[in-house]
Nanobody, 123 residues
Framework: QLMESGGDSVQAGGSLRLSCRAS????????LGWFRQAPGKEREGVAN?????????KYAESVKGRFTISKDTAKNTLYLQMNNLKPEDTAMYYC?????????????????WGQGTQVTVSS
């Protein structure tokens, strides 16, 4: 089970931190990550982290330098720190887990999804 929280409405330039509380089974998945989906658009990978490869963290080009993914295994929680938010970051954000050992920012590699949390950025 994956449960997101932290979504909100903010002004451009603001920050948010999303949290994803995971079951003990899922927090130990090989790949954990965040995806987002804006209205009328396909779901896209934002960031992911590989449990087995140190420093194997991937970001979408559009969020590099602004977003940071992290994990606190003791709290069974995955985070996404989002800084300098832009209106184009507006979307439903989903936590995702994959059993694959190679982490890809591709929705078709995901085995488990959270229900999503809405982020709205106004200009």
């Amino acid at each position: 089970q994956l449960m997101e929280s932290g979504g909100d409405s903010v002004q451009a330039g603001g920050s948010l931190r999303l949290s994803c509380r995971a079951s003990i089974y899922l927090i130990n998945s090989p790949c954990l990550g965040w995806f987002r989906q804006a209205p009328g658009k396909e779901r896209e990978g934002v960031a992911n982290i590989n449990r087995y490869v140190v420093n194997d963290i991937k970001y979408a080009e559009s969020v590099k330098g602004r977003f940071t993914i992290s994990k606190d295994t003791a709290k069974n929680t995955l985070y996404l720190q989002m800084n300098n938010l832009k209106p184009e970051d507006t979307a439903m954000y989903y936590c995702a887990a994959s059993r694959r050992e190679t982490c890809l920012l591709a929705a078709d590699t995901v085995d488990s999804w959270g229900q999503g949390t809405q982020v709205t950025v106004s200009s």
